[in-house]
């Protein structure tokens, strides 16, 4: 198949601060089967081309997103869907900008279009700034790609409801799944217990709600630590805020971790803890569950979907408190029995949702979408 994927960024080479990883695989893989070509709106302020993996890359500037900024996306993407001949799909990873965009190349051509709604694109939290349906604009520019493309798809359950309730649709279920070669579970020690956490210091992660659960556990847990992977955003408020609690002896800053070095983190810790306010489908626990580390966390993302499976692989608090938080993770630190069934369920889920099963998936999504375009 001859796929043009369109993506917002992410797209650097391996090693690089701005790289997404499943983005990587995604295109390592696809790269690999099929004829492909991946248009990244915005990745850079300047028109540039490189290659990832042997896959041309073509980056489309946007500018400050005015109007006029829009209306040069949409004419220009089309054309460098194009640039190697007639895509017979064009799939969008995100559903703002880049989806609007799939959605105008493949009507362009005439071919099917998928959009994967894969982050805050509807979400709406105006105490912390976080959102596009926090304006009309963006709001608007995510639904008109959601309907007008072909196929939407999101990574969770979870999602797939606050999609719905957003009034866009959604046909099919992906999740993006962990990359099986670098992620696997460590053998049995005794090393101190170890709580994990990966995600960029932001709002929308929210290490404010982590921290202060941590505090709590710190208190009546001793020996108890957290390690913290991800690039700061906030200068330095989460060590301040660590400080503050008392807890700075016991918590480790690593600050942005390479992908390929973070199993070496996420590896042999007792727990991964995520506490975010809104994660559509947050990769880092599939790849804790892949070591084996299962996660506890706010209702959100992977850890909803795994939490309410019939043998459930993750924990969700029972409330978005500090007190809530602490008190789900003291329950599985201190039953031993549930914690192995808990990383046995996540284990087997994230082995068989990995990065390769997200591959496959999309492709055979593809095929559907030719087949029912032929026919029609």
């Known amino acids: ?10 797209v650097d080479p391996p090693g690089a601060p701005r790289v997404i990883p499943f983005i990587h695989h995604l295109v390592r893989t696809l790269g690999s089967r099929h004829q492909l070509v ?42 460098a869907v194009g640039r190697f001949g007639r895509p017979d799909v064009v799939h969008a990873l995100w ?31 105006p105490d912390i700034d976080y959102g596009g349906g926090l304006t009309n604009g963006s709001r608007r520019l995510a639904l008109a790609a959601t309907r007008g493309a072909s196929a939407v798809t999101v990574a969770t359950e979870w999602m797939r409801t606050h999609v719905l309730a957003a ?13 099986l070669l670098g992620f696997s579970p460590a053998p049995a020690d005794e090393a101190p217990r170890r709580l994990v956490h990966v995600g960029s210091l932001n709002r929308v992660k929210d290490q404010d709600l982590l921290l202060h659960a941590f505090a709590l556990l710190a208190a009546a847990e001793p020996g108890l630590r957290l390690v ?19 807890i700075v002896d016991r918590v480790e800053f690593l600050g942005h971790v390479p992908h390929h070095l973070l199993p070496a983190v996420v590896r042999g810790a007792t727990l991964h803890v995520l506490t975010s306010r809104h994660d559509a489908g ?7 569950a892949a070591c084996g580390v299962p996660t506890v966390g706010t209702r959100v993302g992977h850890v909803h979907d795994l939490a309410t499976m019939p043998a459930p692989a993750a924990v969700v608090a029972s409330q ?23 990383a046995a369920a996540g284990l087997a889920w994230a082995r068989s949702h990995d990065a390769v099963h997200t591959a496959a998936s999309f492709e055979m999504l593809y095929r559907r979408l030719l087949a029912s375009s032929a026919s029609s």
């Open 1 to 10: 198949m001859r796929i043009a994927l369109v993506v917002p960024g992410g």
């Open 38 to 79: 991946v248009v990244a709106v915005g990745h850079d302020v300047t028109a540039g081309e490189w290659e990832l993996f042997g896959t041309p890359v073509i980056n489309v500037p946007v500018g400050r997103h005015s109007r006029l900024d829009v209306a040069r996306v949409l004419a220009a993407v089309p054309r």
């Open 95 to 125: 559903a703002n900008l880049p989806g609007l965009a799939a959605v105008a190349a493949a009507r362009r051509w005439r071919v099917p279009s998928v959009v994967s709604v894969c982050g805050g694109e509807f979400a709406a939290h």
């Open 167 to 179: 009034g866009a649709p959604v046909h099919d279920i992906v999740p993006l799944g962990a990359d």
């Open 228 to 246: 913290i992977a991800g690039g700061d955003t906030l200068a330095g408020h989460h060590a301040a805020l660590a400080a503050q609690l008392g």
């Open 282 to 288: 947050p990769v880092g626990v599939l790849e804790a």
């Open 320 to 342: 978005r408190t500090p007190a809530a938080v602490a008190a789900a993770v003291t329950q599985v630190l201190h039953d031993p029995v549930r914690h192995a069934q808990l």
